[in-house]
Nanobody, 116 residues
Framework: QVQLVESGGGLVQPGGSLRLSCAAS????????MKWYRQAPGKEREWVAS????????NYANSVKGRFTISRDNAKNTVYLQMNNLKPEDTAVYFC?????????WGQGTQVTVSS
């Protein structure tokens, strides 16, 4: 079955950096786009970044453009989100997403808290 396992979250001061990882299994990772989303308390889940199967096409939400970088290692079935210059408004649970066979799959999420 499809499994997505996020890791790398934590508490960081404003201006700091974190790198999130999402390990995928149960589908042919290298043939599907991958996405990161986040959900802050009391808010709807929002899309953060996307990467195409071999990393040619990458897109970011305006709120993270220039600060976050999505990447993938198809040999390791893993997608990453490098987050730099973090702001308090980046505080959220971060989820990776895949849509093999047209169905949405989500990991359990990893908490990112940006606070001094």
């Amino acid at each position: 079955q499809v499994q997505l396992v996020e890791s790398g979250g934590g508490l960081v001061q404003p201006g700091g950096s974190l790198r999130l990882s999402c390990a995928a299994s149960g589908f042919t990772f290298s043939t599907y786009s991958m996405k990161w989303y986040r959900q802050a308390p009391g808010k709807e889940r929002e899309w953060v970044a996307s990467i195409s199967p071999v990393g040619i096409t990458i897109n970011y939400a305006n709120s993270v453009k220039g600060r976050f970088t999505i990447s993938r290692d198809n040999a390791k079935n893993t997608v990453y989100l490098q987050m730099n210059n973090l702001k308090p408004e980046d505080t959220a649970v971060y989820f990776c997403n895949a849509r093999p066979w047209g169905d949405d799959y989500w990991g359990q999420g990893t908490q990112v808290t940006v606070s001094s």
